[in-house]
């Protein structure tokens, strides 16, 4: 619903080439250190980029390459339509200068990011997600013509392959994303499907990745059904989806229904099952936008984007189910002013030059993106 920069992390197979002196942007690791500076990091980078719709962090390598690397592409999506979307209200309509997809260099060990350069030329890619052998990104695109969830035509999804030297797109093929404003993408656990949340549409879809990265056919399609307290609640709106560790369960987090659904799913068919286990539900009017697992895969937090709580959840893989055991606030109770929570992840994802018990650790700290 509101914009936040689209970026993912991929360790470059060429460090170093194309970093420009950086001495105007801050340390990224400074940016980190506090939930209320986000917005003092956000402020370049709305202006590269023509205001991004959402916010998803992945450093795409191993925990022995990440000791090795510090170099990363960095991609972010864009609105190339307009410049922002707020209570599903597009604004800015052609006032964008944005064309697609755009990659930079960053250098962990610095915190220098260089100057973007377009990857790829493409329509609102809204969300992007790359394949867990590094060699392919997914990007989804919004309706060129948006005017707004409500009313939005269509949606799509792209496959690209990865230049692993200069970090630039080839488009594969493109594929319907079977419902509107899809605002959300990510990969299962082996590369073979794609899992898409429509946050117009109130659906959730999915679709087979073949061998050579492109997509295939629809493999799975559930319509979401149901509504909470506030306004923009009256029907779902999915807006984050992505799989359960082990790769058996499929985790939604829908903003219209205040809940976070858990679905079965078979791998081998690429099939959601509609929720056995219980969904879990967050305070009314909360507005579930993304969800984390911790790295040791006992726990989900659901940061809620009209609240800006985290709901702590424990997580049962055996049954697939989430048990809320704690509730909080991302702002002080006496914050004024707008707060729309947009990213949550567990702040071990960043670290790069820390040994193993370090790590362990630092699995508990997670970093709240406020947009």
């Known amino acids: 619903m ?8 991929l360790r470059t197979s060429e460090p170093h080439d194309f970093i420009f002196p950086a001495a105007s942007l801050r340390r990224v690791s400074d940016c980190f250190l506090v939930v209320k500076e986000i917005n003092v990091f956000m ?10 719709i959402a916010f998803a962090f992945g450093i795409l390598a191993g925990p022995a390459a990440l000791a090795q690397d510090t170099d990363f592409f960095v991609y972010a999506g864009t609105y190339t339509g307009f410049k922002w979307v707020h ?10 200068q944005s064309k697609g997809i755009y990659v930079s260099r960053f250098n962990a060990a610095t915190g220098e990011l260089s100057e973007p350069q377009l990857a790829a030329e493409v329509i609102n890619p809204s969300f992007l997600t790359i394949s867990p052998n590094h060699r392919f990104l997914y990007a989804v695109s919004e309706d060129p013509l948006s005017v707004g969830p409500p009313l939005d035509h269509s949606s799509y999804v792209s496959a690209f392959a990865i230049d692993p030297g200069t970090g630039k797109l080839r488009l594969l093929n493109k594929a319907p994303a079977s419902g509107t404003s899809t605002c959300h993408i990510s990969m299962d656990r082996t590369g073979k499907y ?8 109130g659906s959730v879809s999915v679709i087979r990745v073949k061998e050579d990265g492109s997509l295939g056919e629809l493999t799975s399609f559930i319509q979401n059904v149901g509504h909470s307290v506030a306004p923009i609640q009256s029907e779902p709106h999915p807006h984050w989806i992505g799989p359960s560790p082990d790769n058996r369960f499929v985790i939604v987090s829908d903003l219209g229904m205040d809940k976070v659904l858990v679905f079965r799913f078979d791998a081998t068919t690429g099939m959601l099952s509609p929720p056995g286990p219980p969904s879990v539900s967050v305070y009314p009017g909360g507005g579930p936008r993304h969800f984390t697992f911790d790295p040791a895969g006992k726990f989900g937090y659901q940061l809620s984007e009209m609240s800006g709580v985290v709901d702590v959840l424990a997580w049962d893989a055996a049954q697939g189910t989430l ?24 702040r071990a994802f960043f670290q790069n030059r820390v040994s193993s018990e370090q790590r362990a650790k630092r699995l508990r700290s997670l970093w709240f993106w406020i947009g």
């Open 2 to 9: 509101y914009p936040c920069a689209s970026y993912l992390f």
């Open 194 to 201: 794609v899992f898409m949340a429509n946050f117009g549409s």
């Open 87 to 96: 209570h599903s209200k597009p604004y800015g309509l052609g006032e964008s």
């Open 43 to 52: 402020k370049p980078i709305r202006s590269m980029f023509c205001l991004v």
């Open 323 to 346: 048990t809320t055991i704690q509730r909080a606030q991302t702002v002080p109770h006496d914050f004024f002013g707008g707060n729309h929570s947009a990213e949550i992840e567990p």
